[in-house]
């Protein structure tokens, strides 16, 4: 059975009053739907998200971390600091992540590999750019994203695995790739994932679509038979935005 996903990826927005005043709408707005809500601020917002979101079903996770347990790597934070607050997922390989800061699927891997051991859930995103998709490559680039980064791990790690396929032209453009485009896709994961480690794994597999849902196409995308839900960007800053979509389901 497939849980269904709707996470907020809040990225380098909201300070702490408007974390409070995010989380205080969250936490009033009416879910009719049963999609597990997380949603992702900033490392500084953290533990007060943790804090406000005491008591309820909304979870917490965070955009990044270091694969190293401790040591001299200036301004990062490793899984255990992560869980010392409270916080049991991580976003892992976000396109913003590989394209400014660098991040191969190899070191991805070590990173992977680190939140596994530190007992962490990982939401792992990957897709291609627009170019790949100009020139027909794009099955290929997320086959080799994926196997590089995640076929190394156990089949009993999968539990832990969360994929998120972010087409990197679809995201803070505006432009979502449409619903055939996210299926073709998502089925094309899932059997890649079906090859390498079987069907108990892929049986229970979330794979989310991230690339500018919005309230007014959440629906059609999350209809189609291999989208467990979204990693929303823009759309995760607006209580109401963000519940629409979680209702979409
Ligand atoms: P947008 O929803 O703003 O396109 O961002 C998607 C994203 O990058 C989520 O991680």
Redesign the pocket.
């Known amino acids: 059975m497939r849980t269904k996903i709707v996470a907020g990826?809040w990225k380098m927005n909201n300070d702490s009053s408007a974390t409070s005043a995010l989380l205080q709408e969250l936490k009033k707005a009416n879910q009719t739907s049963n999609a597990r809500r997380i949603v992702a601020p900033a490392f500084t917002q953290l533990a007060q998200a943790v804090k406000l979101l005491e008591g309820t079903t909304i979870e917490v996770a965070a955009q990044n971390m270091n694969a190293a347990t401790s040591g001299a790597f200036t301004g990062e934070v490793s899984a255990s600091m992560l869980k010392g607050v409270g916080v049991a997922t991580v976003i892992i390989g976000?396109?913003e992540r590989r394209s400014l800061y660098n991040e191969t699927d190899v070191a991805l891997a070590e990173k992977v590999a680190a939140a596994l051991s530190g007992n962490m859930e990982v939401i792992f995103?990957f897709g291609e750019e627009l170019s790949d998709r100009k020139s027909g490559r794009h099955f290929d680039v997320v086959s080799h994203q994926l196997k590089t980064a995640l076929f190394e791990i156990t089949p009993d790690s999968w539990k832990h695995i969360i994929l998120?396929y972010?087409p990197v032209w679809?995201?803070?453009?505006g432009e979502t790739a449409s619903p055939e485009q996210a299926q073709e896709m998502h089925a094309h994961i899932r059997s890649l994932v079906h090859q390498q480690y079987g069907e108990t794994v892929t049986t229970s597999l979330s794979i989310l679509y991230?690339?500018?849902?919005k309230p007014n196409n959440a629906k059609e995308i999350f209809s189609q038979p291999d989208v467990d839900g979204g990693?929303?960007?823009?759309?995760s800053l607006n209580a109401n935005d963000f519940m629409a979509i979680v209702n979409a389901f």
């Open positions: 990826n976000h396109s995103c998120a972010e679809a995201i803070g453009t991230g690339g500018s849902v990693l929303i960007g823009g759309a």
